[in-house]
């Protein structure tokens, strides 16, 4: 059974950064192309970034470089490094995996 978990979510002022990891178990994490969306209260699911099994990524249009995607396949970890936070960056983060597999979520509160 495949399972995401994620961490590293929580409270941070604006202009500040955190890190999210999501790590996999039970699937070939090698091949899987994984993401990250997040939801904010009231809206819909957005796309925040991908990245494939060779390591191309793909991000949201509000993403503006400020956020990065990335991989470690010996730990089945992917990562969201997230800077310049905004308090419009407020919302549940879910880890995602090729094959429609969600995370739980971790909140990220950005405050002004």
């Known amino acids: 059974q495949v399972q995401l978990v994620e961490s590293g979510g929580g409270l941070v002022q604006a202009g500040g950064s955190l890190r999210l990891s999501c790590a996999a178990s039970?699937?070939?994490?090698?091949?899987?192309?994984m993401g990250w969306y997040r939801q904010a209260p009231g809206k819909q699911r957005e796309l925040v970034a991908t990245i494939n099994a060779g390591g191309v990524r793909n991000y949201g249009e509000f993403v503006k470089g400020r956020f990065t995607i990335s991989r470690d396949n010996a730990k089945k970890t992917v990562y969201l490094q997230m800077n310049s936070l905004k308090p419009e960056d407020t919302a549940v983060y879910f880890c995602w995996m090729t094959a429609d597999v969600w995370g739980q979520g971790t909140q990220v509160t950005v405050s002004a």
């Open positions: 039970g699937t070939v994490f090698s091949i899987s192309t």
